[in-house]
């Protein structure tokens, strides 16, 4: 919604909207020139306050009556603002219906998957403007390379890079020119009964690609391939053989794909990982990215591939030869993707010292909690890692309760967890008020503690940093008898790594977490 309103902001609208707490999304907003209010009120949509206890200076609208008002899906029905624009009239749209108008008619490149979209559609993005196409971008986080490291970023040329949302269907008002698929299995169980629903979904969005289209899909994901295989680009019942056809282009790590990754290899000197880029079994280019892991690497390849498409499509359609040159566009790619300074909250380093090293990530799904740590390990292999869990919405939580059990309690995971309450993203009637009881069994059953405030979670993340700096003294003092053959951590290695998962709003525990380990 944030990311909405910024565009709308760079189109000329006048911008006005609430949210139901403070953060610093909404402040953002602000900066950028918008009317922001917090709480929900009749009068932010140019209503006035009908409670009977109204006092008198409280009756007075505070904005006019906008042309519009676009809602999120976490807004309900029966919202106060919501209720009054209806009753006067005001065209209300789903954010969905939104995005769809604001795209339309530009060259959409669409990121979509389960997992590692909005790292991929900011890499795109920053990508397609560094090689000096005025891209237009809506990403599902901030990025420090966008004006104001904001989530968004209006631009003067055609194409538009959207993170494409699955749920409740958002990426449907959709047209892409371009559509990236990166994976896909069962999430938002509150809208998606089970893994079918959620790849007809997709099938769906899939449809969407405009004929003469591109869809850039991961070959190495067996639904991801199974969809891409059933798309039959049909045009009014029959199936369109013609040049408008919807071509598909295959990536990923498997000799099956027509662009691959091979030879990846960490950097331990950076943390992050380099890999040859070959196209049908050629040599291409060689790169290297911050980011650790395979799935790091894998969301690379893909916004190259996508940006480099999108480039060379563009120039088809310029009457300039700016990006005629597929050498050029290859090295300034390069450059961008090595140099790309990723996404807010999306593995990012909150802060280091000699000793610590303390992260934040959006990780919410099973898959992801379970890459994330993978990652940490990968990256710090010698430490002990504290991990701090949010679950996000009951629904999930309670779905994929085992899931979320193994990635956070497996062997090879954290040596501390802590697991605080779920954040209730989309509030259920009658839900409200639920304690903490799967979160607190979620705890339990992945061997870890449960949290029940903020607060408690910081310090229990503290004790294990101040236990795991003894028992690595410890360690280090059997490894030398020769009664430990645990690793030790090398000179310049962190002995202790914390990693807080969460999507919730407001969810700080890294830093604070990294305020108090820095004293």
Known sequence: MSALAIIALSQGYRVSGSDARAGAQLDAVREAGATCFVGHDARHVGGSDERDDARENETLTLVDPPEVVVVSSAVPGDNVEVAFARRAGIPVFSRAQWLGRVTRGREVAAVAGTHGKTSTSAALAVALRSAGLDASAIVGGNVPQFPGGRNAVGGGDDVFVVEADEYDGAFLGLEPATAVLLNVEHDHPDVFEDESATLAMFEKFLRRVKPGGLVVACGDDANVRALVAGLTNERNGEKDASRDAVRCVSFGFGAANAWRAVNLKSDASTGGCSFTVTREGAFFTDMSVPGTGAYAALNALAAFVAALETLKSA??????????????????????????????????????????????????????????????????ANARVAVAFQPHTFARTEAMFDAFADALGAEEGADALVVTPVFDARPERGRASRDGGVAARLAARAGGAFAATEEEAVDALVDAVGRGANETETSAKKRRKGEDDRETPRRGEKAFVVLCLGAGAGFDVARRVFARVSE
């Not at 990012?348 to 994330?372: F, K, N, S």
């Not at 993978?374 to 710090?380: K, M």
């Open 315 to 380: 120039a088809n359609k310029r009457a300039s030869d700016d990006f005629a040159d597929e050498a050029r566009l290859r090295r300034s790619l390069v450059r961008s993707l090595a140099t790309h300074e990723g996404v807010a909250r999306r593995m990012q380093l909150i802060g280091e010292t000699m000793a610590c090293a303390v992260y934040d990530d959006y990780a919410h799904h099973p898959t992801a909690a379970r890459l994330a740590i993978a990652a940490i390990r990968e990256r710090h």
